[in-house]
């Protein structure tokens, strides 16, 4: 299947005129780094890659004010059971109360994109399969 999103593209190249106002980086190392090195002003990079360093310092970013935004994604040792387990408690005894704006089909992710794009989303948008 294809993801499509208005405005977002997948770049494998860039070139010297590039400009984005947001980047989702998967790879890390230098890609990242060239990634920075094309952003608009106030633009917002996002990185999930673990695997590869990137080498990066405030001349990355050309001179361009940005926020550069980490997400650390981990691998467990083993399975989550007993933390799902110890959740789902929590919620059953009102400790937790997880914030679900709406639930939304994988077959209509772009619908709950736009959603989160526009604004006004109270917690999280659940997507099923």
Do not use: Q
């Not at 999103?5 to 997948?10: A, H, L, S, T, Y």
């Not at 929590?90 to 109360?97: N, P, S, T, W």
């Not at 679900?100 to 994109?113: F, H, K, S, T, W």
């Amino acid at each position: 299947s294809t993801f499509a999103v208005d405005g977002v593209r997948i770049v494998t190249t860039l070139a010297d005129g590039d400009r984005f106002d947001g980047v989702i980086d998967a790879v890390g190392g230098e890609v990242l780094a060239g990634a920075l090195g094309h952003l608009t002003p106030h633009a917002k990079a996002v990185t999930f890659a673990g695997s590869a360093p990137a080498p990066i310092g405030l001349g990355t970013f050309a001179g361009v004010p940005a926020t550069l935004e980490a997400l650390y994604v981990y691998r467990s040792p083993g399975r989550f059971d007993d933390d799902l387990a110890t959740l789902v408690r929590f919620v059953a005894d009102g400790r937790l109360a997880p914030h679900i704006d709406r639930i939304v089909p994988m077959a209509d992710v772009n619908e709950g994109l736009k959603a989160l794009e526009a604004g006004g989303i109270n917690g999280k948008i659940v997507l099923i399969r």
